[in-house]
């Protein structure tokens, strides 16, 4: 009987406690409930991009945008996109820029879509960013007729068709810049840069991949400097159509059918130039009155290092170090060549 009640009391005991618990946890329920809805800006979602499209009239900024059409930058209006902005946009997203673009001073800023129309420098526009990528546009950056003198600084253009095109009466520096063509393009599909109007590049890295390079047309002048152009059996790395000049100094062409071809121009200087890899080191078809100067430079060619046929104005090759295949002149008068004995060691970025 003692044992009985004594194990009744240990039972009672148990229960009492087990209740008590089950009233301790209703409780703490009751409470972590509470909590969970209370406003703690740790727990927050992430805001939504802002949107933009239509027409900008007034000083803006651009943080976290996302671009959901075109954008028309007006005459007076200056957008400026912040350090570390991080900007999306539809595939139907272009800027038309009649305004001013800029960045500011700070970290680096992107622009990262699937696909865009990307940015149209109008009449009296004027673009100057300053540390930004650049990722999946058509053409990232089309200068038009009247456009006001735009530049890229410290910028990165991947995955573009078009990384630049640059109209009659426009020009567009480039500073420091790498432009990646895709890898891959359709057999209908051209991927290559134009120029029709003024192009200046100093530390210009473009990979033009198995397409063309950057071509220079009726009427187009390019100046680069201290650049890479370089593709994987790729097409000509400069190429130039009825062109007003080109002159390219301490750079390399590689990775191509061509170095230079060139096929209509005033005049061209390339100077402390090496062109390597390519079927063809130099060539020439035709070109006007000059001067027309390869100075300092290393030239080779599988085929040949030169390729020179068709009309032309005086052509002076002086202390131009050749190897590869044979020198192909044909249909037209001689050049005057002076073969340096050694390969040129500074021929390339300074």
């Not at 003692?2 to 009751?30: I, P």
């Not at 272009?94 to 009449?123: D, H, N, P, Y």
């Not at 480039?174 to 029709?196: Q, R």
């Not at 650049?227 to 000509?236: E, F, L, P, R, V």
Request: proline share 4%; with cysteine; glycine share 10%.
């Amino acid at each position: 009987m003692v044992a009985l009640v004594a194990a009744t009391r240990g039972r009672a005991s148990d229960d009492r406690f087990l209740l008590a618990s089950k009233a301790m946890l209703s409780r703490l329920v009751v409470c972590v409930a509470a909590l969970a809805c209370f406003p703690l800006a740790s727990c927050s979602e992430e805001e939504e991009p802002e949107g933009r499209a239509g027409e900008i009239r007034s000083n803006d900024s651009w943080g976290r945008v996302r671009l959901t059409g075109t954008v028309q930058i007006y005459p007076g209006a200056v957008v400026e996109i912040q350090g570390d902005a991080d900007i999306e946009c539809s595939p139907a997203a272009q800027v038309i820029v009649a305004g001013t673009l800029r960045k500011a001073a700070g970290a680096r800023a992107k622009i990262s879509c699937a696909e865009w129309g990307g940015i149209v420098v109008a009449q009296g526009g004027v673009v100057d960013l300053n540390g930004i990528d650049l990722d999946n546009a058509g053409t990232t950056i089309e200068t038009t007729v009247g456009a006001g003198e735009s530049k890229l600084t410290d910028a990165t253009i991947r995955n573009s068709l078009k990384p630049f095109l640059i109209r009659k009466q426009s020009k567009l520096t480039l500073t420091n810049v790498k432009a990646i063509t895709p890898a891959k393009v359709d057999d209908n599909i051209l991927s290559i840069a134009d120029v029709f109007g003024t192009l200046v590049a100093s530390r210009l890295d473009y990979d033009a991949g198995p397409s063309e390079g950057i071509s220079v047309k009726d009427g187009g002048d390019v100046t680069i400097e201290d650049s890479i152009i370089h593709g994987t059996n790729g097409q000509d790395m400069i190429s130039a159509y009825k062109a007003k000049s080109i002159k390219v100094s301490y750079s390399t062409l590689s990775g191509a059918h061509c170095g230079p071809h060139i096929e209509g121009i005033e005049s061209f200087t390339f100077d402390h130039v090496t062109s390597e890899k390519n079927t063809y080191g130099f060539t020439i078809y035709q070109a006007g009155a000059g001067p027309h100067v390869v100075r300092d430079s290393n030239l080779s060619g599988d085929a040949a290092w030169l390729d020179l046929q068709g009309d032309h104005g005086p052509i002076t090759f002086e202390n131009v170090y050749t190897t590869g295949g044979k020198e192909v002149v044909q249909n037209t008068s001689a050049p005057t060549i002076n073969k340096a004995t050694a390969p040129i060691p500074n021929a390339r970025p300074r």
